[in-house]
């Protein structure tokens, strides 16, 4: 490709009206996770209205705990939620993993329709979240600004979060095969509260468990390579130990400057970002400005993604999204071709 490729985290959503629309239509976010043709029109939505390079599942990172029956419901202004939190050895221990055909064959159901219906136009990139970042809403039964359950466990009883998180993560590796089976391209592992470890506990309880994940995968599939992408927000020098795993793509947030994050990782995998969701909010030149420094900081050559550093928020006017993908299409084949890019003024 002669230019930087493109797609946004969270692509499909609630900035787009015809997305509130089908959600209206499913009655509730999980109706709709679970109903494969609605799935697969708001994965498709994006696509319709912008330019991109690859479609991603429309689903949640909840899925999973949801299966092994801890009761995930959302409240209104206060994200998702579980009935059933474990928190104690003797609840986790007695966690159940049960096979991800029975459980969450909709998913698989939407993945094999999304994939049809693209007909090879773009990419589909299947996903999960990391088992750290499950455990934590599954151990804090919730959204979580301290994760001080969470944080105790690892303290007080490592060898019991190492449990939880091992089964977390061969059900994961599971359920990502499935997907894989069912006809996604690419797999993205999202690990939002990793960072929030000190680093050796990051090592411990969330890369550990992300390598086990990336050793149980399928990746090849048809004849061809599976890429898999990994992202932990906020992970900054930790990118040097994630480039370790095998993996062949890393998200990086809009903390760590691309040519950072290129010294970190030695350009042994792609980097995929980083431009801060916030600017989505200002006007089309500060956008235009904000993707041409994202694209000089990666600077020449290819195996660079460009993303937002995390998801889109619902706020954004779609317009601004089609002036970020517009500029990325304008400014980029120049860090692809031998000639030296021009400065930004």
């Known amino acids: 490709m002669s230019r930087t490729p493109v797609w946004i985290m969270r692509q499909a959503g609630r900035y787009l009206p015809e997305y509130r629309a089908v959600r209206e239509k499913a009655g509730d976010f999980m109706s709709l996770c679970a109903n494969p043709e609605l799935a697969c029109e708001v994965t498709l939505q994006p696509l319709r209205r912008f330019d991109l390079d690859a479609a991603i599942l429309f689903s949640d990172i909840l899925t999973i705990p949801d299966a092994m029956g801890l009761g995930l419901y959302f409240e209104a202004g206060e994200g998702p939620k579980f009935k059933h939190p474990v928190r104690t050895a003797a609840e986790i221990r007695k966690l159940a993993a049960p096979d991800v055909?029975?459980?969450?064959?909709?998913?698989?159901?939407?993945?094999?329709?999304?994939?049809?219906?693209?007909?090879?136009?773009?990419?589909?990139?299947g996903f999960a979240g990391s088992p750290f970042t499950v455990g934590t809403y599954m151990v804090e039964g919730g959204s979580s600004r301290e994760f001080k359950k969470i944080k105790a466990l690892a303290a007080e009883d490592p060898a019991t979060l190492d449990h939880l998180l091992a089964t977390v993560a061969k059900m994961t590796a599971n359920y990502l095969n499935a997907q894989i089976d069912a006809g996604a391209q690419v797999i993205m592992i999202f690990d939002t509260w990793g960072a929030a470890l000190e680093p050796d506990d990051y090592r411990r309880f969330s890369l550990t468990h992300m390598q086990a994940i990336l050793d149980d995968l399928q990746r090849e599939r048809?004849?061809?390579?599976?890429?898999?992408?990994?992202?932990?927000?906020?992970?900054?020098?930790?990118?040097?130990?994630?480039?370790?795993?095998?993996?062949?793509?890393?998200?990086?947030?809009?903390?760590?400057?691309?040519?950072?994050?290129?010294?970190?990782?030695?350009?042994?995998?792609?980097?995929?970002?980083?431009?801060?969701?916030?600017?989505?909010?200002?006007?089309?030149?500060?956008?235009?400005?904000?993707?041409?420094?994202?694209?000089a900081s990666y600077g020449n050559g290819p195996g660079h993604v460009f993303n937002l550093g995390h998801g889109i928020t619902p706020d954004i006017d779609p317009q601004h999204l089609k002036v970020l993908v517009d500029a990325v299409h304008r400014l980029s084949p120049r860090y692809h071709d031998k000639s030296e890019p021009e400065q930004i003024s």
Do not use: H
């Open 222 to 295: 048809d004849g061809q390579r599976i890429p898999v992408i990994l992202f932990t927000k906020g992970a900054g020098p930790l990118l040097e130990d994630m480039v370790t795993t095998g993996c062949d793509a890393l998200g990086v947030d809009w903390t760590t400057d691309l040519a950072t994050a290129r010294q970190y990782t030695g350009d042994k995998v792609a980097l995929q970002g980083n431009l801060n969701p916030a600017v989505l909010r200002e006007s089309p030149a500060a956008i235009e400005q904000g993707v041409a420094e994202v694209l």
């Open 101 to 125: 055909a029975d459980s969450l064959g909709y998913v698989f159901d939407a993945v094999a329709l999304i994939r049809r219906e693209l007909d090879g136009a773009v990419p589909l990139i």
